[in-house]
């Protein structure tokens, strides 16, 4: 089983920055896929970023391309999110989800941690 804890969340204004923090504990294996998503209000659940536990190669959805950036450290378990030049419109609760390899989906997720951006 694994557990996943965001923290990390909170209020900033347009333009600003955050960094969202997933404590990843229990049977995290090497070459595990780990990512961010978002849900706003109103909204369906979109995928932000992902990261190969393994090679540490990336991906992004074209909303955050250039502004954010995931990484990760394997030694303690933490996968981050770097949120640069924050928009309104990246309002949302923000989750950490783990996908074992040769799964199609993402199985494990946090319980999200709120990112608030003022205009």
């Known amino acids: 089983q694994v557990q996943l804890v965001e923290s990390g969340g909170g209020l900033v204004q347009a333009g600003g920055s955050l960094r969202l923090f997933c404590a990843a504990s229990?049977?995290?294996?090497?070459?595990?896929?780990m990512a961010w998503f978002r849900q706003a209000p109103g909204k369906e659940r979109e995928f932000v970023a992902t990261?190969?536990?393994?090679?540490?190669?990336?991906y992004y959805a074209d909303s955050v391309k250039g502004r954010f950036a995931i990484s990760r450290d394997n030694a303690n378990n933490t996968v981050y999110l770097q949120m640069n030049s924050l928009k309104p419109e990246d309002t949302a609760v923000y989750y950490c989800?783990?996908?074992?390899?040769?799964?199609?989906?993402?199985?494990?997720w946090g319980q999200g941690t709120q990112v608030t951006v003022s205009s």
């Open positions: 989800a783990a996908k074992p390899p040769g799964r199609r989906s993402y199985d494990f």
């Open positions: 229990g049977r995290i294996f090497t070459n595990y896929a």
């Open positions: 990261i190969n536990w393994r090679d540490g190669s990336t």
